[in-house]
């Protein structure tokens, strides 16, 4: 159709079908007519922001056109390959399909773009080079949404919910999802590969409290949850973040009500939990966030509830911790946010908002809330923190 639109000089037909092929692009790919694409229109099409497909079939397509006739358009790969936006990949995908495929690795530009991919997705190190700085900066489609999830919480009757919550932007409109497959009190959330992974809490179920080391994992796609590799320890209160294709799980109470400062890892591509370095002093309720390869923990409590004015830093690479002292910090039960270069403290047992500086390593006040907030959850959209008094909430959900 926008072939015969281009004949007919008719703007508003290829316009119309321009928009179908885009948002239509599961059955594009399937069909025939994709294969007798020439190069450009392929380049146009695969490098459409507007494209509404998942990047894992825009690679699949690009091979499927490519093989259709192999010689003729080998020469066309690298700069095809380009239009596949690898940083939106999953990275078990990446590293099983397209790391090790044949025909990219018989091309040294295409090599180059591999290895640049890798060094994005799977290094610990700082992504400081050029060539990742411009693959980090690549949009990703319109099609992407960004989503805010609740999960579980007490209502109003004190009672543990299972309720699943999903805010879209877009639609101004909340939805209800697949509810949790057990109630759980007090447990962490992260997102991960455009999955919601729900680890530890206090188990509850026949009246009996159970501390769990479970790790269930929600798919927003076939909005349903699946039971994941277990944590190596049970644990509730604890503090949960991710990092590259990680999941760190931070502190909490053990089966035996003690305070714990362990930390242990997830990796997200070999599905395995890992013992790491414990953090110098066990707190319950930090506000934690990363930034440039390093994991913060700001205030939280003492077994005793007593408010502790620390800064406790993990580099990540070198697997070790330092801590610092600081009147600035009195949070419990308060969430972290990242906001371009600062680290912002939304609240903890007070109104008060503090914007942290890992440079400078300086707080600035910030505007106060109106209310005072505990147990709350915060995102960040763009400049923007949004709160919300729920038990947990979650953020940058791609689908």
Same mark, same amino acid.
Request: proline share 3%; with cysteine.
């Given at each position: 159709?926008i072939?015969?639109?281009?004949?007919l000089?008719c703007?508003t037909?290829?316009?119309k079908?321009r928009?179908?092929?885009?948002?239509?692009?599961?059955?594009?790919?399937?069909?025939?007519?994709?294969?007798?694409?020439?190069?450009?229109?392929?380049?146009? &099409?695969?490098g459409?922001?507007?494209?509404c497909?998942?990047?894992?079939k825009?690679?699949?397509a690009l091979?499927?056109?490519?093989?259709?006739?192999?010689q003729?358009?080998?020469? &066309?790969?690298?700069?095809?390959?380009?239009?596949?936006r690898?940083?939106?990949i999953?990275?078990?995908?990446?590293?099983h399909?397209?790391?090790n495929?044949?025909?990219?690795?018989?091309?040294?530009?295409?090599?180059i773009?591999l290895?640049?991919?890798?060094?994005?997705?799977?290094?610990?190190?700082?992504t400081?080079?050029?060539d990742?700085?411009?693959?980090?900066?690549v949009?990703?489609r319109?099609s992407?949404?960004?989503?805010?999830?609740?999960?579980?919480?007490r209502?109003?009757s004190?009672?543990?919910? @299972?309720?699943?919550?999903?805010?879209?932007?877009?639609?101004g409109q909340w939805?209800?999802l697949?509810?949790?497959?057990t109630?759980?009190?007090k447990?962490?959330?992260v997102?991960?590969?455009?999955s919601?992974y729900?680890?530890?809490?206090m188990?509850?179920?026949?009246?009996?409290?159970l501390?769990?080391?479970?790790?269930?994992?929600?798919?927003l796609?076939l909005?349903?949850?699946?039971?994941?590799?277990?944590?190596?320890?049970?644990r509730?209160?604890?503090?949960?973040t991710?990092?590259k294709?990680?999941?760190f799980?931070?502190?909490?109470i053990?089966?035996?009500?003690?305070?714990?400062?362990?930390?242990?890892? &997830?990796?997200?591509?070999c599905?395995?939990?890992?013992?790491?370095a414990s953090?110098?002093v066990?707190v319950l309720?930090?506000?934690?966030?990363v930034k440039?390869q390093r994991l913060y923990?700001f205030g939280?409590e003492?077994?005793?509830?007593?408010?502790v004015?620390?800064?406790?830093?993990y580099?990540?690479? @070198?697997?070790?911790?330092?801590?610092?002292?600081?009147?600035?910090?009195?949070?419990v039960?308060a969430?972290?946010?990242v906001?371009?270069e600062?680290?912002?403290?939304?609240?903890?047992?007070t109104?008060?908002?503090?914007?942290?500086?890992?440079?400078?390593?300086?707080?600035v006040?910030?505007?106060?809330?109106k209310? @005072?907030?505990?147990?709350?959850?915060a995102?960040?959209d763009g400049k923007?923190?949004? @709160?919300?008094?729920?038990?947990?909430a979650d953020?940058?959900?791609q689908?």
């Amino acid at each position: 159709m926008i072939r015969l639109s281009e004949i007919l000089s008719c703007e508003t037909l290829k316009k119309k079908a321009r928009e179908v092929a885009l948002t239509s692009f599961p059955e594009v790919a399937a069909s025939a007519d994709l294969k007798e694409l020439c190069a450009l229109e392929l380049r146009d &099409y695969l490098g459409d922001d507007g494209l509404c497909g998942e990047e894992e079939k825009v690679f699949e397509a690009l091979m499927v056109w490519i093989k259709h006739d192999l010689q003729a358009r080998k020469r &066309y790969m690298q700069e095809l390959f380009k239009q596949v936006r690898l940083q939106y990949i999953h990275p078990a995908f990446f590293q099983h399909f397209i790391a090790n495929d044949a025909l990219l690795q018989s091309s040294p530009a295409c090599q180059i773009i591999l290895e640049t991919a890798k060094r994005q997705m799977f290094s610990l190190c700082g992504t400081s080079a050029p060539d990742c700085k411009l693959l980090l900066h690549v949009p990703p489609r319109n099609s992407y949404q960004d989503f805010l999830i609740l999960l579980g919480g007490r209502k109003d009757s004190q009672q543990t919910t @299972r309720d699943v919550l999903l805010y879209s932007k877009q639609t101004g409109q909340w939805q209800s999802l697949a509810k949790l497959p057990t109630r759980l009190y007090k447990a962490s959330a992260v997102t991960l590969h455009r999955s919601v992974y729900v680890l530890g809490g206090m188990a509850v179920s026949s009246g009996r409290s159970l501390v769990s080391h479970n790790v269930y994992i929600f798919s927003l796609k076939l909005n349903q949850w699946r039971l994941g590799e277990p944590m190596l320890v049970a644990r509730y209160s604890h503090r949960s973040t991710a990092h590259k294709n990680f999941i760190f799980s931070i502190g909490g109470i053990g089966e035996g009500q003690e305070l714990m400062g362990s930390m242990e890892r &997830y990796d997200s591509i070999c599905n395995v939990w890992e013992s790491m370095a414990s953090m110098p002093v066990g707190v319950l309720h930090p506000a934690v966030a990363v930034k440039d390869q390093r994991l913060y923990l700001f205030g939280g409590e003492d077994i005793m509830q007593n408010p502790v004015r620390l800064i406790q830093v993990y580099h990540i690479s @070198r697997n070790s911790w330092f801590k610092m002292e600081t009147r600035m910090i009195k949070n419990v039960c308060a969430p972290a946010v990242v906001l371009g270069e600062r680290i912002v403290i939304v609240g903890g047992y007070t109104r008060r908002i503090l914007a942290y500086d890992p440079q400078s390593n300086k707080f600035v006040k910030c505007a106060d809330m109106k209310d @005072r907030r505990m147990h709350h959850g915060a995102t960040g959209d763009g400049k923007q923190t949004l @709160r919300d008094g729920r038990a947990a909430a979650d953020h940058g959900l791609q689908h």
